[in-house]
C-alpha cells in the first residue's frame, strides 16, 4: 500500500526543479507510505513519477519504486497489492525469458505488462490496485485502477500541466495547480455527502473510474485532447452472465460454494511479510471475514474493536463474544466522547475533499487501534453492497411486495397519514413503547425513520425511489449550480432486477467506491495502516450475481446466504440482531458539545460572504434540530464538513 503522484508537463523541463516540484507533492501523502520514497524524471519528455512506499511484500530494496521494467521500457508507479502475484508469476515463468530481480508484486505487474498487454494484464490480475505507467517507447502515459475503486487515483489539467495523485493534497502542494471549486460537484456533494466520481471538488480534476484503463500517447497530450478512459471488467457485464448462467443448485449448496470461495480468498489475501490482523465490530460482515481467517491460519487472528460509553452505539460487547468463541487475539478500545469528538479538527485534512460519512470518525480511530499492533488489516466492507445488507435493500423487498398488491392511491393515503404525525411524537410513541415492552426492538431516530418511509411510498420506480433513500440535501443549496446528475442516479441498471436488486448494482457502482471505500482508505492511511476488503474479489462479487434474489435478501433479512456461511463457524444466536451501523451520537453532540463548533460554522453572515451555500434553509435546519423538533444530523454534517474543508483547503481557492 502506498501513495503516487507526478505530472507531464509537455515539452522538455529542469530535471532539478520537477523532482523538487515532485517531491514536494508526495510529502504530502508521506502518511502513505512511511518506509521508503523514490522519484524518477524524464526530463526530456516532460514527466515525472513519485512514489510513497508502504513495504507489505518484499520488504528489500528490490520492491523500491518507481520501479523500471527489466527492458528498460516501462517505470511505474503502482499503489495496492496483486493477490495472484505469485501465479501470474508462475505463469510468465513457464512462458520462459523471465528474469526475477526480487519477489514484489509490483516486479510481476511490469512484466504482465510487457508480456500480455495493459489491458489483457489488467483482466488477469486479482488485486486493489491504481498504479501509473510511463511507456517509454510508445510515449505513452497508462493510468488504471481496480474493478471496484479500493485504491484512488485523481488525474486532470491544471494549467499546461496534467497531474496526477493519490489524494488531492499533491495537487494542491504543486505551485503550478490551480485550485477551482466545481459548483456542480458540489452540489452533488450536499445530495450525497460525498462526491461522486467520476467528478472531483476541483474544476477539470476527475477520479478515474473503477474497472477502467486510461491511455494517453503523447501526441494527444500536447494537443491536450480529452481521451476517454476504458473499461477492462463491467458490473453489468458480470450481472448479464450471472443471469444467464445462474447456479442450478439449493440454497444449502451456494452456501457450500460460497464459503470454499470465500475462504480460498481470504486465505490469498492473508500473504503479507509484516503483521496482519482484522477489524471485527461483531457483526455478519466482519465476523465472517475473521472466521475464515482464523480456519486457514495456525495462529489465533489479531483482531481490533472501538467501542462507545453511549450505549446505543457500542458494539464492543458483541464483537468481544464473537472474538472470545473464535478463539482470536482480541483488542478493544473503550472510547470516552473526548477521545472521539478530538477527531473532528483533523477530518478536513485527512479528507482534502468534502465529504461526510460520520462514520468516518470511528473508522480512523479503529484503524489507529489496529496501526499499534499490525500493518495490514483485513475489513468486513462490501458484503452489503454484494449480498443485499441495507435496510434499504430489505425495505425494497418489502415494497415490492407490497406495491404489486397495493393501489397507488391506497399508498399514498398511507404516506399522507404517516408524514401527518411529527417526527417527534414518533420519538415519543417509540420511547413508551419500549418502556412497556422492555425486549421491543426501538431504532434510533424512529420518527425520521418513518418520515422517510412515508417518502417511499409515492415513489415511481426503483430508480426514485433509490434518489429518495440516498438524498439528504434537495437541489438548490449550491448557489450557481446547474442539476448535474449523479452517476448514482442515472447509471443504466441491466433490464429484470428487482428493486432491491436494483439498489445492491447502484450501490456496488456508486455508494460504495464513492462513499465506503474513500472513508476506509483514508481513514486507513491516515495511520498508514493497509486494508484489504475480501468481499471486493471480483470472483466473490461475479458468484454473488449467479445467485436468485431470494437466497441474498428478502423483506425479513438481508444477506442470507452470508449468515449460512458464517452460521458454520460461530452460533446463531451471537450475530442474529438488528443492524447497528458503524455510528457516534452526532445528533447529541451537536446540540452539546460541538455546538459552538457548529455555531460559528454556520454563521449566516459567514455563509453569505463566502456564497457557496443558500444560508436560508441550513439554518432552518441548525434551528429545528437545536429544538429537538427534526433530527437534521446529516444534513448538518453535510454543511460543517464543507465549512470546515474550506477553512483548511480555502487558500487560494476560486470558484
Known amino acids: 500500500m502506498c501513495g503516487i503522484a507526478g505530472f507531464w508537463r509537455p515539452g522538455p523541463m529542469i530535471a532539478e526543479a520537477a523532482e523538487d516540484e515532485v517531491r514536494g507533492m508526495a510529502r504530502t501523502i508521506g502518511h502513505r507510505g512511511p518506509d521508503d520514497d523514490g522519484i524518477w524524471c524524464d526530463a526530456a519528455a516532460g514527466i515525472v513519477l513519485a512514489h510513497r512506499r508502504l513495504s507489505i511484500v518484499d520488504l528489500s530494496p528490490e520492491g523500491h519504486q518507481p520501479m523500471s521494467s527489466r527492458d528498460g521500457h516501462r517505470v511505474i508507479v503502482f499503489n495496492g497489492e496483486i493477490y495472484n502475484f505469485q501465479e501470474l508469476r508462475a505463469e510468465l515463468d513457464r512462458g520462459g525469458g523471465a528474469d526475477w530481480r526480487g519477489h514484489s508484486d509490483t516486479e510481476v505487474m511490469l512484466a504482465a505488462i510487457g508480456r500480455w498487454g495493459v489491458r489483457r494484464a489488467l483482466e488477469r490480475m486479482t488485486g486493489m490496485f491504481a498504479f501509473v505507467l510511463w511507456d517509454r517507447r510508445s510515449r505513452t502515459l497508462v493510468l488504471a485502477r481496480d474493478r471496484f475503486g479500493e485504491k484512488p487515483l485523481y488525474y486532470g489539467w491544471s494549467g499546461s500541466t496534467f497531474f496526477f495523485a493519490s489524494e488531492l493534497k499533491a495537487l494542491r502542494a504543486s505551485p503550478a495547480f490551480r485550485a477551482e471549486i466545481d459548483r456542480e460537484a458540489l452540489a452533488l456533494y450536499a445530495r450525497h455527502a460525498c462526491v461522486p466520481a467520476p467528478r472531483s471538488i476541483y474544476r477539470g480534476i476527475r477520479k478515474l473510474t473503477p474497472g477502467h484503463v486510461l491511455e494517453i500517447p503523447e501526441a494527444q497530450l500536447n494537443r491536450r485532447e480529452t481521451v476517454p478512459s476504458q473499461a477492462y471488467w463491467s458490473l453489468a457485464a458480470a450481472v448479464e452472465r450471472g443471469r444467464s448462467q445462474p447456479f442450478a443448485g439449493s440454497e444449502a449448496q451456494a452456501a457450500d460454494a460460497l464459503h470454499a470461495l470465500l475462504g480460498g480468498v481470504v486465505k490469498s489475501q492473508m500473504v503479507a511479510d509484516v503483521p496482519l490482523g482484522a477489524f471485527l465490530s461483531g457483526g455478519i460482515d466482519s465476523s465472517t471475514i475473521v472466521a475464515l481467517m482464523q480456519a486457514a491460519g495456525s495462529r489465533p487472528v489479531k483482531t481490533f474493536t472501538i467501542g462507545f460509553r453511549e450505549g446505543d452505539y457500542d458494539e464492543a460487547a458483541d464483537a468481544r463474544a464473537v472474538a472470545a468463541h473464535l478463539g482470536t487475539d482480541h483488542t478493544e478500545w473503550i472510547l470516552s466522547p473526548e477521545e472521539a469528538r478530538a477527531v473532528v479538527p483533523r477530518l478536513a485534512h485527512l479528507y482534502d475533499e468534502p465529504f461526510a460519512d460520520s462514520s468516518q470518525i470511528p473508522t480512523h480511530l479503529v484503524s489507529a487501534l489496529a496501526r499499534r499492533h499490525v500493518t495490514v488489516s483485513l475489513s468486513g466492507d462490501a458484503g452489503d453492497e454484494v449480498f443485499g445488507g441495507y435496510n434499504r435493500h430489505r425495505l425494497a423487498s418489502r415494497l415490492d411486495a407490497w406495491g404489486r398488491r397495493t393501489p397507488a392511491a391506497l399508498r399514498q393515503a398511507a404516506a399522507a397519514l404517516l408524514r ?65 446528475a449523479s452517476d448514482w442516479l442515472s447509471m443504466d441498471v441491466p433490464a429484470g432486477l428487482t428493486s432491491a436488486e436494483s439498489m445492491m448494482f447502484r450501490d456496488t457502482l456508486g455508494y460504495l467506491p464513492d462513499d465506503i471505500l474513500v472513508k476506509v482508505d483514508r481513514a486507513a492511511m491516515g495511520t498508514s495502516l493497509e486494508t484489504r476488503v475480501p468481499f471486493l474479489d471480483h470472483r466473490v462479487v461475479e458468484f454473488a450475481w449467479t445467485l436468485p434474489a431470494s437466497f441474498k435478501v428478502d423483506g425479513r433479512r438481508g444477506k442470507k446466504i452470508l449468515r449460512e456461511v458464517l452460521f458454520r463457524h460461530v452460533p446463531r444466536e451471537l ?22 463548533w457548529a455555531e460559528s460554522l454556520l454563521d449566516e453572515a459567514r455563509l453569505r460572504r463566502e456564497g457557496f451555500l443558500d444560508p436560508m434553509p441550513i439554518r432552518r435546519c441548525w434551528t429545528e434540530h437545536q429544538s429537538g423538533a427534526r433530527n437534521w444530523q446529516h444534513r448538518l454534517w453535510v454543511v460543517l464538513m464543507f465549512e470546515a474543508w474550506l477553512d483548511t483547503w480555502g487558500r487560494g481557492l476560486t470558484g
Open 420 to 484: 401527518g404525525i411529527p417526527p417527534g411524537a414518533w420519538d415519543a410513541a417509540a420511547r413508551t413503547a419500549s418502556r412497556v415492552v422492555p425486549s421491543l426492538s426501538v431504532h434510533r431516530a424512529v420518527g425520521d425513520r418513518v418520515h422517510k418511509l412515508a417518502g417511499l411510498l409515492g415513489a415511481a420506480d426503483a430508480s426514485r425511489l433509490y434518489e429518495q433513500l440516498t438524498s439528504i440535501w434537495p437541489e438548490g443549496l449550491v448557489r450557481g449550480s446547474g442539476t448535474a
Open 575 to 596: 450475530v442474529e440482531r438488528p443492524k447497528m451501523g458503524f455510528g457516534i451520537p452526532l445528533d447529541a453532540w451537536l446540540r452539546g458539545p460541538l455546538r459552538e
